[in-house]
């Protein structure tokens, strides 16, 4: 069997991987305190279960918020509107959202360590979303520019 890989494929892929990802973070949403609980118990480490759970709270809803806007994104690409205000508005908030999280992750590590590494990397998908966000606003700039051209 050989099935052709197209774009129309892929984005089917993303739009599905990016529910099946919503529905985790709203499942983790209610699964944050038995989370956090089974951390204190192995960690072998002081607890740390009220700031870990308002961190997890935290970024889970600003994780919901991105994964969101991924999908509303997808949706805009696959009716063929790329280069749109909408778009980029999407891409924006996303970024914020990695930022955010990023903050969030600074914060809890003054109490683990391994929170920075995470704080680090999503702070870099933030600042490659900005860049994107910016060249999808130039481009959305200059198709606009383009539609009025006679």
Request: aromatic share 10%; charged share 5%.
């Given at each position: 069997m050989n099935i052709k890989w197209t774009n129309k494929n892929s984005l089917l892929l993303s739009r599905a991987i990016t529910w099946a990802i919503f529905l985790l973070a709203?499942?983790?949403l209610f699964l944050i305190p038995i989370?956090?609980?089974w951390y204190d118990a192995v960690s072998g480490k002081p607890p740390i279960r009220t700031v870990l759970?308002?961190?997890?709270?935290?970024?889970d809803i600003f994780a919901i918020?991105?994964?969101w806007e991924l999908s509303l994104l997808l949706r805009n690409i696959s009716?063929?509107?790329?280069?749109t205000v909408r778009n980029t508005r999407c891409v924006r908030v996303i970024s914020w959202c990695c930022f955010v999280?990023?903050?969030?992750?600074?914060?809890?590590?003054?109490?683990r360590i391994l929170a920075l590494m995470i704080a680090v990397v999503a702070a870099f998908v933030g600042?490659?979303?900005r860049v994107v966000k910016n060249?999808?606003?130039?481009?959305?700039e200059l198709r606009e520019e383009n539609d009025y051209t006679i």
């Open positions: 709203c499942s983790i989370i956090t609980e759970t308002v961190c997890l709270y935290i970024s918020l991105a994964v009716k063929q509107e790329l280069f999280v990023a903050v969030v992750c600074c914060v809890l590590s003054f109490w600042l490659i979303l060249m999808l606003a130039a481009a959305t």
